[in-house]
């Protein structure tokens, strides 16, 4: 039976019961944070003996927590806002400005609507999964004449085809390879600083640009990608006032309905190590057993360092469990550490998927992609086509496809933001399972 999760608070001292939140050393912890990743918070959760501590990061003032209680606050108090809650690069390659994300109030629910029908609807999941099972087995033909395959690439790369036919834009490379690593690469860099992340920037430049023209050549006609598609959706939204998206904002949420889906790809690799670590699972998928598919990639979910953090600000000043926030505070939850909760998940670092943990339960306590109700929160609406495109991704490696692990280094750094294995997984000897 699913575990049961109570909201989490209890744990906080004497004083931050009062109202006084304890300070983790040293004057600034940017450092910290680089060096410890995704246990950040968690770690001086622990050592606090707290769920909410007071830091400073890039010597501004932060707020520190993580459980349910927190998770509750930062995904359903009103008087929070994103605005201004995420460092600028993270917020340019993510986000950026004048996206859903950096919305509120009517404004931020009436723009959500729109990608809760587009990304939630069981015929349009049903659809991109059918596309990403068909890129995939494309890419197998090329897998066996390949000395070695490296799966986050590829896998990014049969997202990319996938949710451009999906979304009905059309490639501006013949392969789809360029954007593919465009697309990840927004990801893969959103934690790093030099070089790497300037490139970054400058490919997600390109491809605002790309999208633009897209857009302006379906509103005027030269480029019909169907009534039914994102493209179609976000080019002719309307805001509340009935005026159409400006041609850079709608660009920025075709964006992000792309890079998410390509995202996933970090799943599928974190999917298939699991896969690795004991191969009943694949003997077990392989005879059937699809009712048991999606609590194994639930599990993945919950255990995967996927996103560390999440953050807001508060729009004037509130109080939460006797906790008084000013107005403009900077608040981050700790996603991993809630996913990691021994008190809210038994044994939090096992493999458990008989947990049977769902992203329907819209809680605070199961939280990869953020908490709350969908529709109304800023919870990612793209859980459903996260999942359904895992469930594919395990009926893919232990179905269609024979294949080896060799010795690599598989391990992950949680100081690494997006975490991966080392390897990024390669396999070898592929060929279709007959």
């Given at each position: 039976m699913p575990e049961n999760r109570q909201p989490t608070g209890e744990r906080s001292t004497a004083a931050a019961r009062a109202g006084a939140i304890p300070r983790a050393p040293p004057f600034d912890a940017t450092l910290r944070l680089l060096e410890e990743g995704y246990p950040f918070i968690s770690n001086r959760c622990e050592r606090l003996r707290t769920d909410v501590f007071r830091t400073r990061l890039v010597l501004r003032d932060v707020v520190c927590m993580r459980g349910s209680a927190a998770a509750a606050l930062l995904y359903g108090h009103p008087d929070l806002t994103r605005v201004g809650a995420m460092p600028?690069?993270?917020?340019?390659?993510?986000?950026?400005?004048?996206?859903?994300?950096?919305?509120?109030?009517?404004?931020?629910?009436?723009?959500?609507?729109?990608?809760?029908?587009?990304?939630?609807?069981?015929?349009?999941?049903?659809?991109?999964?059918?596309?990403?099972?068909?890129?995939?087995?494309?890419?197998?033909?090329?897998?066996?004449?390949?000395?070695?395959?490296?799966?986050?690439?590829?896998?990014?790369?049969?997202?990319?085809?996938?949710?451009?036919?999906?979304?009905?834009?059309?490639?501006?490379?013949?392969?789809?390879?360029?954007?593919?690593?465009?697309?990840?690469?927004?990801?893969?860099?959103?934690?790093?600083?030099?070089?790497?992340?300037?490139?970054?920037?400058?490919?997600?430049?390109?491809?605002?640009?790309?999208?633009?023209?897209?857009?302006?050549?379906?509103?005027?006609?030269?480029?019909?990608?169907?009534?039914?598609?994102?493209?179609?959706?976000?080019?002719?939204?309307?805001?509340?006032?009935?005026?159409?998206?400006?041609?850079?904002?709608?660009?920025?949420?075709?964006?992000?309905?792309?890079?998410?889906?390509?995202?996933?790809?970090?799943?599928?690799?974190?999917?298939?190590?699991?896969?690795?670590?004991?191969?009943?699972?694949?003997?077990?998928?392989?005879?059937?057993?699809?009712?048991?598919?999606?609590?194994?990639?639930?599990?993945?979910?919950?255990?995967?360092?996927?996103?560390?953090?999440?953050?807001?600000?508060?729009?004037?000043?509130?109080?939460?469990?006797?906790?008084?926030?000013?107005?403009?505070?900077?608040?981050?939850?700790?996603?991993?550490?809630?996913?990691?909760?021994?008190?809210l998940f038994k044994e939090p670092q096992e493999f458990r998927p008989q947990r049977q943990l769902s992203w329907r339960q819209q809680d605070y306590a199961f939280i990869p992609q953020g908490a709350g109700d969908t529709a109304t929160t800023h919870r990612c609406p793209g859980e459903a086509i996260t999942v359904e495109i895992m469930k594919e991704s395990v009926r893919l490696l232990c179905r269609e496809m024979d294949y080896r692990v060799p010795a690599q280094d598989l391990s992950v750094r949680l100081n690494r933001i997006p975490a991966q294995p080392e390897s990024g997984f390669i396999i070898d000897q592929v060929q279709p399972r007959r």
């Open positions: 600028a690069t993270a917020l340019w390659l993510l986000q950026d400005v004048g996206s859903v994300q950096q919305l509120d109030g009517e404004a931020h629910r009436h723009r959500k609507a729109m990608f809760v029908e587009l990304l939630m609807q069981p015929r349009a999941v049903d659809r991109l999964v059918h596309l990403f099972r068909d890129a995939w087995l494309e890419r197998l033909t090329a897998w066996q004449s390949m000395r070695q395959v490296t799966l986050l690439p590829e896998a990014s790369l049969i997202l990319t085809r996938a949710v451009c036919r999906w979304a009905g834009v059309p490639l501006p490379d013949q392969n789809g390879s360029r954007t593919a690593k465009d697309l990840a690469g927004m990801i893969d860099n959103t934690g790093r600083f030099g070089p790497r992340l300037w490139i970054a920037l400058s490919r997600r430049d390109r491809a605002e640009r790309w999208l633009q023209q897209i857009i302006e050549n379906v509103r005027a006609g030269r480029w019909n990608p169907g009534p039914e598609t994102a493209l179609h959706a976000v080019a002719f939204h309307r805001d509340p006032e009935g005026d159409m998206l400006d041609i850079r904002d709608a660009a920025v949420e075709m964006l992000n309905i792309l890079r998410p889906v390509v995202a996933i790809g970090r799943f599928i690799v974190f999917t298939a190590l699991e896969l690795s670590r004991d191969e009943l699972w694949c003997h077990l998928f392989q005879g059937g057993n699809d009712e048991l598919i999606e609590d194994f990639v639930e599990e993945v979910r919950r255990t995967a360092p996927f996103f560390p953090f999440i953050g807001a600000r508060a729009k004037k000043a509130i109080e939460w469990e006797g906790h008084g926030f000013p107005q403009g505070q900077w608040l981050l939850l700790d996603l991993y550490g809630t996913n990691h909760d021994p008190r």
